[in-house]
């Protein structure tokens, strides 16, 4: 039997892989060159023309996620429509009531995580979902339900976690914001309507002029609430074997603003607290190309990303250690470190005290530095205009400079540096590796196709790993740079920067690694501005539907009206650079579906796994519009399928019309005129028309006083 989608699921990719360490993930070069990709997948919407006249009997909606080998069924009677699957969106009370708490904009987000730790850890969701309910009231209820909504499985249930560090995490937000002069939080929409959201408002100078600046909705939940920086472990327990992620028993906000353990203060020896220091700028930043020099004294008219930088050098002032910890606590306690440390530690100071902020990471040539949002200035230093910002602390450079917007920004040759950058990404909360390598190289465009060994059809939810060699790396051997997950028609587009030599292997659950062992060659040597197409063929073939098309009677008065949509996907990989491996969810524009039609008896060898007739098969679709005629009565089925995905779950809405068409057949005129009748008992009336009268469909009316009678007759020469 065929199982039918009941409620919101997703797959999740178990990705192998050589795995030598949390920063250096390589494996070695092996021979043969990818295939170059011939033509790429083409799915296009699809329509037909409506009929002009219709009487609709019945209709139907549903918006739902369909995952991979699942299906949706409608079954269309004479007079009826009905969903085959069970459609019962039945879920946990606790998780209703969390939901309904929760505004209308995430609650699709929150369901989707629900469901995902429950396949990971059953039972577990339902801690998470009393948590939104009896923990954070307003006003905290939306940055926690964001939280549990952005954060992967692993992170969530990792037994070093304590979940009330959500609201601990929210609480602090609102604790320190009375606090700071050059931030105020900015509650807008209805909470008893479900449209509330949080976010920042900001005093910054502007030339000569001071302006405020409304930080973007997800701006604020992804870059100051989330709890989650780069590959660290949200956290404050620590276990035995947590030699580079030591919290001391506390939260990084909290730590970091208030120092409130004696037997781990990080300002003992004169080193500054970040609340004292915070509290006093005014304004945010001043929009131009700034360096701060180093060792500058703190004074009462530095604004708040020169004071900020500053404190991070103060606190972290040495060379780093034998462990180079990536927790922002222990990086404040050790005082050590190099550019990784510095990244992760001002990270933490900026969303501690309501500053957006990004860790971004070009590992391959061996440099990370950080980034901030202001989505009002316009920036002219670079051609790829974006509202993040380059900000970077020297540590080894002039005692502590601070830059804001630099020219020279991550040190490419295009911007007057050293270095041709490979990849350049930051850490989404959820471990999702966001491509920044357009804001600092020239780049390059790939296509990678992937296809099964049977029919060329694509596979979706292949984790494309992407190497390049390292600044410091063994010889023979290539390292993680970047990652991309095809949709699902088995595609992936991703920038790479230019001058580079690039490498990659592809990962299927379902259909193995190509190639087995190692990376394959996927460019040479990148050039800007060139777009490269590359085809992988995996070792396996893909699930299909075994629908043969036949023709239909299109002129039945009999059909179904539907239109379609699959606006996104979700999509899930796991990203390696993370120090939980984190699993993220990607949703991705738009999704495909396939769909049928097919009568009763093709329906039950359809659920046997057996080939089938279908008067209407479409794959991979992404929307239309289409009437589908029924050519004869009898119980029919329109189905939509995942069965030929095997890990993106797209999201379908879809209604449905069953309807009458009256222009199915031509309705052709009484030429002859009207008829008179006498009624009579037991009168029979024989129409007798001439030869003018073509053959049809036609309608009779009879009048007897106040009375009509109408009927259909068909007519045949």
Known sequence: MRNFALFLAVAILVLPISVYSADRVSVPVVPGEAEEGEQGFIYNSISGALPKNISVIDSISFEKYIPPGNSIAIRVRHDMLELVSDTSTDIPSSWAEALDRTPNWLRRELLLSFQNLEDYSPGSAESFANLIVSSAGPPLTDEVAFCIAHMSPQALLDSRFDPSLLVENARSIYQVADSLSYVFLVERGDFGARTYYTTTRYRILDGADTVWYELPRDIYYWYIVHPKLSDEAVKKRDAGTDEVEMTYGHFWREYLLYDPDPAHSYTEGGYPKLIDVMKVPRVLWSRQDTMYEGMRDFTPDDDALNVLGNWTFRVVPNAPGTVRPIQPNQIAYLHGGNCGEIQD?????????????????????????????????????????????????????????????????????????????????????????????????????????????????????????????????????VYLGYQAVTKGNGHAMFLLGDNQPFWYNATSDSLGTVPDEGARTLVASTTAGRRYNKSCTFPASMPEVRCFPTTADSTSDRMIQVTWESPEEVIHGTNYRDSQYGTFTLHSTPGYITLFVCDAANFSLYESGEPFEGILFQKKTTDGE??????????????????????????VSANVKLCEDTTAVEEKPFLPGRLSLSVYPSLEVIWQPDKSVASGIYFVRAKAGNKTATRKVVYLR
């Not at 600092?440 to 992407?466: E, H, K």
């Not at 009898?634 to 999201?651: C, H, M, Q, R």
């Open 345 to 477: 530690l001002f990270a933490a100071g900026a969303r501690a005290c309501l500053i957006p902020n990004i860790c971004t990471v070009n590992i391959l040539e061996d440099h990370v530095w950080n980034e901030f949002y202001d989505g009002g200035y316009d920036t002219t230093l670079w051609y790829h205009n974006t509202p993040w910002i380059y900000t970077q602390v020297n540590r080894w450079d002039y005692e502590g400079h601070t830059y804001i917007d630099p020219a020279w920004g991550g040190y490419d040759t295009e911007r007057g540096g050293s270095k041709d950058l490979s990849t350049v990404w930051f850490y989404r909360g959820d471990a999702y590796p966001v491509n920044r390598i357009e804001s600092y190289s020239a780049v390059c465009t790939v296509d990678v196709y992937c296809r099964d060994n049977a029919g060329g059809d694509p596979v979706d939810g292949v984790l494309l790993n992407i190497f390049s060699d390292i600044t410091g790396g063994e010889p023979g051997m």
């Open 626 to 651: 289409l009437p589908i005629h029924l050519p004869y009565s009898g119980v029919w089925y329109l189905v939509f399928t995942n069965e030929d995905a095997v890990a993106n779950s797209p999201l």
